[in-house]
């Protein structure tokens, strides 16, 4: 079944709307660390957005998904520049696998050192 994004997103808007009533300083913490990024207008705000795709990606966050999308669509972005961004995410993470089955190979090499060394 397919997710319906705009009632995802309405229902993320109205349970984070609760957590901020129950604790403000929550929300309004999150939203100093979301709002800094803008103040310096050295990214325009699709090119924050795609950037932001391609990390709601790469942590399986489905709310940052729709919530980024509706603001990456909102500021212009086309569908072939958000692939171009998904295609970014997806070489990062497969590097970053690349990078970590590297220490698994040192992990194997120093625990069967230590096996033969015993």
């Not at 990390?55 to 709310?63: M, P, Q, T």
Request: aromatic share 4%; glycine share 8%; charged share 20%.
């Amino acid at each position: 079944m397919m997710l319906n994004w705009d009632e995802y997103l309405q229902q993320l808007m109205s349970t984070t709307g609760e957590l901020g009533r129950v604790s403000p300083e929550i929300v309004r913490g999150y939203r100093t660390l979301s709002d800094a990024g803008s103040k310096t207008n050295r990214l325009d705000a699709k090119t924050r957005e795609l950037i932001a795709l391609g990390v709601a990606v790469s942590l399986r966050c489905d709310g940052c998904i729709t919530t980024h999308t509706t603001a990456a669509i909102k500021n212009g972005a086309t569908k072939e520049e958000i692939v171009e961004a998904l295609g970014v995410a997806i070489s990062v993470n497969a590097g970053a696998a690349l990078v970590y089955s590297s220490r698994v190979l040192d992990a194997f090499h120093v625990k069967t050192q230590a096996a033969t060394a015993s």
